[in-house]
């Protein structure tokens, strides 16, 4: 992986300048998929889709803001916290956004709460709130209703939005032939019956990414 200079992201707000991490090069060796789709690439380091301002503290999709090539190296991809994230969801929300943009918020929440609190490989955790307990279920309910995505992901969605018997009524449906699908959709039906909304390994050798 070869870092290049920064990027310098402008705030839509008050037009102050994040640094975030750019790359030259990089490959995806290493690479760890989670199911509720969170992926980690080691040697591909991408900046997070949203970013908190460092000046102003608002909210923006990357991918969104005019940015400009800074004169120096920046190692930050501006992951957010749990809090962030849940900050950012009800900043973005209020405002006018796209269906693909309100899909990578809502999935980068889930994802952020799974993280935090869900995660099977963890050792230890911190237990949510009802009322994070119930956002989340709120952000996951939503992704099924705008998200058109593949029946696998579907169900594993269902499952972690406690839809239990949904998501094996999917299962049972699915054709599914290749052998790495099946496997997912196996262990995807056996967290749905002991009613599990933990979050597992799908691929990639390290257990403890986040
Ligand atoms: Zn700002």
């Known amino acids: 992986?070869?870092?290049?200079?920064?990027?310098?992201?402008?705030?839509?707000?008050?037009?102050?300048?994040?640094?975030?991490?750019?790359?030259?090069?990089?490959?995806?060796?290493?690479?760890?998929?989670?199911?509720?789709?969170?992926?980690?690439?080691?040697?591909?380091?991408?900046p997070s889709p949203v970013q908190r301002c460092p000046h102003c503290g608002k909210y923006f999709f990357t991918y969104a803001v005019e940015c400009k090539e800074a004169s120096f190296?920046?190692?930050?991809?501006?992951?957010?916290?749990?809090?962030?994230?849940?900050?950012?969801?009800?900043?973005?929300?209020?405002?006018?956004?796209?269906?693909?943009?309100?899909?990578?918020?809502?999935?980068?929440?889930?994802?952020?709460?799974?993280?935090?609190?869900?995660?099977?490989?963890?050792?230890?955790?911190?237990?949510p709130t009802d009322a994070e307990r119930l956002l989340f279920r709120e952000q996951v309910e939503r992704l099924l209703e705008i998200w058109e995505t593949e029946p696998l992901v579907r169900a594993e969605f269902l499952r972690e939005a406690g839809r239990f018997d949904e998501c094996v009524d999917i299962l049972d449906k699915m054709q599914v032939d290749e052998p790495f699908k099946l496997n997912i959709a196996h262990q995807i039906r056996t967290f749905a019956e002991q009613h599990s909304t933990t979050v597992f390994i799908i691929y990639g050798s390290r257990n403890d990414f986040v």
């Open 73 to 127: 190296q920046s190692f930050d991809k501006g992951d957010l916290s749990y809090q962030e994230i849940a900050d950012a969801l009800q900043q973005l929300t209020q405002q006018q956004i796209e269906k693909q943009d309100e899909i990578n918020l809502r999935l980068l929440f889930i994802q952020t709460y799974n993280t935090t609190y869900q995660l099977e490989s963890a050792k230890e955790q911190p237990t």
């Open 1 to 46: 992986m070869t870092i290049a200079n920064a990027k310098l992201l402008i705030c839509p707000f008050c037009k102050g300048e994040k640094p975030v991490i750019q790359l030259m090069s990089g490959n995806t060796i290493g690479a760890t998929q989670r199911s509720d789709l969170k992926t980690d690439y080691p040697m591909l380091r991408k």
